[in-house]
């Protein structure tokens, strides 16, 4: 198995990379002192200078401009003064490049340009030449081609860190958007588990009170049956709600899916739990997509169940006709008054069914109302549009 490399980052590498710098200027500065006897080593002022400008390199990246200025102002006063001339200059180089990298492109060129100058400057007034030309011109180039570089490798860091960025806020708006719909999903199928069970269920205790209470022996045959009945199509809309969210491979169902052509059957199963229903869909599209036909009969069967469950209502009235661009939704009973309020104060038709029948219609772009007749009983209507087509 290979050994874990550890690879010094941060103020771990930069104090490395003091420490490399200040061996490597020491090693050439002991060399210079042993290829010329005369001079012997450098003085201790010398010594200092070049512990001071390695050590700023440490803070290369903290303070990238002060290390910069430090540098420069070291080599101006080492060589003049110090005897062997050491490798220091590569510390200014260092800097340099490290200002460039910061970010610090424009202090990086100044000083690397007051530097060159200052050099020019002092071999023109010097007796000595102690740069040729030529090397002077590679001077002025490696100095250009340090900042180039620096400059370089600071774009390709911010263009690092951006892409990071997008690729982190790209996870997490994928992250929300999952949530999102996982969200809608779960409120999707508790609607529809509620409008499933929530009728039928409604209508076989109705009924099962009916046969509990009731002398009639016909009328209790009567309950049993719808009870049987109401059960069987509980059953079968529950297995094929539970068969869709486990997407196995099932034979297709072969009754027709819930909408406007089973509002007869509907309105049988509900009217043998007690109030008679009437069904006037003559004006009714045939052709709605299946995500409004289907709500057209979720919001019938969600309110047909109230009018059973809390209403003592004899005769129910469903109208399903074309209103322009729309499909409009009307169900009025004949209950006795309802009030305003209800016992806590709330308003009348804030229960859950309605609030997931107004969420149906909402969900399709249409409106929803429901509450109180003036002349009694209670009247639920929605608007669902109908796309052109």
């Known amino acids: 198995m290979r050994a874990p490399t550890w690879t010094p980052r941060g103020r771990a590498a930069d104090a490395l990379l003091a420490l490399a710098a200040l061996v490597v200027v020491t090693a050439g500065t002991l060399l210079a002192s042993a290829s010329d006897v005369e001079r012997g080593l450098a003085p201790a002022a010398g010594w200092a200078l070049i512990v001071i400008t390695c050590g700023a390199l440490y803070w290369r990246r903290s303070r990238p401009v002060l290390v910069l200025v430090i540098a420069m102002v070291v080599n101006a006063v080492y060589y003049p003064v110090s005897e062997p001339d ?22 990086a060129g100044i000083v690397a340009g007051i530097a060159l100058a200052v050099t020019v400057f002092g071999e023109v007034g010097s007796e000595v030449n102690h740069l040729q030309d030529a090397a002077l011109w590679l001077m002025a180039g490696w100095f250009v081609a340090v900042v180039a570089v620096g400059g370089v490798v600071h774009n390709r860091r ?18 929300e958007e999952a949530r999102r719909r996982a969200t809608e999903e779960r409120l999707r199928i508790a609607r529809e588990v509620h409008d499933v069970l929530g009728h039928n269920i409604s209508l076989i205790n109705v009924q099962a009170t009916a046969a509990l209470h009731g002398g ?36 297709a169902p072969t009754a027709p899916a819930p909408g406007v052509a089973r509002l007869d059957e509907l309105a049988e199963r509900t009217a043998a739990a007690g109030p008679a229903v009437r069904i006037d869909a003559a004006g009714a599209p045939r052709d709605l997509p299946a995500e409004t036909d289907l709500a057209v009969y979720r919001i019938v069967q969600e309110a047909l169940t109230n009018v059973a469950r809390h209403s003592a209502a004899a005769a129910v009235t469903v109208r399903v006709r074309r209103d322009g661009d729309a499909v409009r939704i009307e169900i009025d009973d004949d209950g006795p008054a309802v009030p305003a ?4 104060g709330e308003p009348a038709g804030s229960g859950s069914g309605l609030a997931g ?8 772009g249409g409106t929803f109302d429901a509450g109180p007749r003036a002349d009694g009983g209670y009247r639920v209507t929605a608007t669902l549009p109908v796309p052109p087509g």
């Open 86 to 107: 050491g490798p220091i200059m590569l510390v200014f180089v260092v800097a340099v490049y490290s200002a460039a990298a910061e970010g610090r492109v424009l202090a």
């Open 158 to 175: 911010a263009y690092l860190r951006e892409a990071d960025r997008r690729a982190l806020a790209a996870e997490h708006g994928r992250e």
């Open 216 to 251: 009639d022996p016909a009328r209790n045959e009567a309950a049993l049956e719808a009870i049987k009945q109401a059960s069987k199509e509980t059953l079968r809309e529950l297995r094929t709600t539970l068969g869709m969210l486990r997407q196995v491979d099932e034979a």
């Open 341 to 344: 309020t209800g016992p806590a």
């Open 357 to 364: 029948m107004r969420h149906r219609a909402e969900s399709l």
